[in-house]
């Protein structure tokens, strides 16, 4: 059974720094597209960042480019977000999700509908 699973998340400061880790389980993991998405209270979930099977090729939200860095260590199945700078509205639900078939191209990768396995999500706080 497919298990996605993330980790990391905490309370910050504004301008603070925190790491998220995502590691799944039961999967060939170079084989899929894997993305950050978050969920803030009130609001509809929204495509974070995206990395491609063999990390050559990353997206991320207008929102946090320059600030978050995605990357992925396929020998360790594990996917990874650095987040700096962060900011109040940075705060919200961070989830993994895995991709198995979809052809990964600037359009699609913040679709959600595109992701076959998604984590039970990790709380991202910054502290004003």
């Known amino acids: 059974q497919v298990q996605v699973v993330e980790s990391g998340g905490g309370l910050v400061q504004a301008g603070g720094s925190l790491r998220l880790s995502c590691t799944a389980s039961?999967?060939?993991?170079?084989?899929?597209?894997m993305a950050w998405f978050r969920q803030a209270p009130g609001k509809e979930r929204e495509g974070v960042s995206c990395?491609?099977?063999?990390?050559?090729?990353?997206y991320y939200a207008d929102s946090v480019k320059g600030r978050f860095t995605i990357s992925r260590d396929n020998a360790k199945n594990t996917l990874y977000l650095q987040m700096d700078s962060l900011k109040p509205e940075d705060t919200a639900m961070y989830y993994c999700?895995?991709?198995?078939?979809?052809?990964?191209?600037?359009?699609?990768?913040?679709?959600?509908?595109?992701?076959?396995?998604w984590g039970q999500g990790t709380q991202v706080t910054v502290s004003s």
């Open positions: 999700a895995a991709g198995r078939t979809m052809w990964l191209r600037p359009t699609n990768w913040y679709d959600g509908d595109e992701y076959n396995y």
């Open positions: 990395i491609s099977r063999n990390g050559g090729t990353t």
């Open positions: 039961d999967l060939t993991f170079d084989r899929y597209v």
